[in-house]
């Protein structure tokens, strides 16, 4: 995502509260009519303006009324109107996990989001299995059925699916080196990155990260320091679908972290394949753990070299980095 309005500091408006209990969906009023298509016109690609107009067609069809926007700012403004006025049916972004990142970033809480897929990776899509369709997405939308799930933030910035530091994150940040450098900045697609993990294989230096997993007031309950890499999500699968976290759960207050012994790829190839058997829990080399608070730093006694980190597959910085869990942060369609 690489939209450049200036974050909006929203406070002051009050989430809906649904009379359910906190994993349960819900539906919303049949009464709100108004729909946002939220459209990145750097990243669109031809095949993705023809799904919008079909999707934009579809939800109009059935007397829904429709806006398709491109400015973040302005997107953000009507949302926020519409949804403190009742009005609000679905913000609906055209990408992947960072467009639904962004727009939440943006947004107050409570607001209705849903993701037509057009992202590289779509593990929130894949996750609540939106269909790419455009006429069956809009039925989904016309349902209403919706979610409230955990999201989290890293140093300040709300993200939904993941944080990761180490070698993938260094890969994420050469990819959106790439991008902003082509004049139009080009469309991702999973091709865009073999030139980074090839330049990341020669050499990315693997230091060990340290992790703290914090109590409410901030106090440190446990440290580990030994590893390679690191993953703390709110869904069980990362990249094409490996299972990293398992038994990470989006809507149970806390958040998964698997961490990784190992400097090399060799061991990176093995936690993937490891992972995708189920069976990397198993290993000495691997530490899973769960928390609603947590610091990530360079551990103790590494050359001071920069570590990035990355928030759903889009750079966040780098190290040090303090992520918390926000509880029931995102409404978000489900089927």
Sequence with gaps: ??????????????????????????????????VILSVNPKAGRRNSRLRVQRLEAALQKEGLTVETMTDLQQVAEKANLWFEERKLRALIGIGGDGTAAELTNRTVPGVPIALLPSGTANLLAKHFRYSFKPEKFARMILQGKVLTIDAARANGRIFLTMIGSGFDADVVEQVHQARMAHPKHAHINYFSYTKPILHSILHYPFPRVQLEILDAEGKVLETLHDSHWLFISNIPKYGWGVPITPKAVPNDGV???????????????????TAQCGIHPWFSRCHMRTGNRFRISLAPGQKDVPVPYQLDGDPGGN???EVEVLPRRLTIYVR
């Design 1 to 34: 995502m690489e939209w450049s309005s200036p974050l909006l500091p929203f406070q002051g408006y009050k989430q809906e509260s649904p009379d359910v209990t906190e994993n349960t969906p819900y539906f919303l009023p049949e009464d709100r009519k108004h």
């Design 255 to 273: 958040m998964d972290a698997c961490l990784w012994r190992g400097g090399s790829l060799a061991s990176g190839l093995f936690l993937t394949v």
């Design 319 to 321: 190290l040090p980095v």
